[in-house]
């Protein structure tokens, strides 16, 4: 009886588990996608939460040759599960993450015009320039962001990351739909296609309703890459687990 309870808990857990699986994604050195001239990426780190939409993000530079550390100052990010991000208007959801100042960070959310870094400036492929799709921005509101985060280690390295909840950009209608696209923000599962640019030389300033007037930077290392595989994250691991052996168990008790 009591095995039966265990057996039919796991599985009502593992329920739940399986419709709020945590993907976890990581990137290293010898991973396709890398290039430029911004200094090199140490690690992107990733994880995130399917049912609460929860996104987190990190990305640590390397030292730059010739100075005292990572000269990095920003990145621009776009993420889905598993082709290139580089695509249609109106299906994913660009981030701009600025540190120009340590003390004041910023991240701002806009639809992905498709290709380029300029979707805070225009939101179409379309003909002539469109208006930005926007979508969020912690300048006017944080109540989306639970955390932004810039450190320059004692090896010079740097570390950039967020921790949002992207629930507001899933589930909305872009501004600029296009046929046959699915809006998808920013979300992935058991594969990962990313669009990502560290940026150094970072300049920016911010309108009166928070989101972007102007942004630039001087040089950039990108990270772009189709089909990169997450896993679960090894708490629903371990919940898979425990039912597999509490069933073996049962299987071997009934022989």
Partial sequence: MNLKVTVLSFAVVAAGAANATT????WR??????GGNAGAVRAIDSTFNS???RLTYSVTMEKEAGQSSSQVNGFYLAMNDGPNPKGKTGELAFLYFDATNAHDLKLTAYGYRGDGNNSWQDGSTASGTQNPDKILTSVKD???VNSLAFKTNTDGSRTLSFDINASRINNRTPLY?????TWDGIEYDSKVGIWFGAL???????????YLSNFGFSNITWVDTTNQQAVPEPATMTILGLIAAARARKRKKSA
């Avoid at 739909?177 to 696209?181: E, L, N, Q």
């Fill in 23 to 26: 993907w976890v994604y990581d």
């Fill in 29 to 34: 050195p010898g991973d396709p996608g890398m």
């Fill in 51 to 53: 049912q609460t939409n």
């Fill in 142 to 144: 944080k109540t989306w």
């Fill in 177 to 181: 739909p296009s046929a046959g696209v």
């Fill in 200 to 210: 150094k030389g970072v300049h920016s300033s911010y309108g009166t309703d928070g």
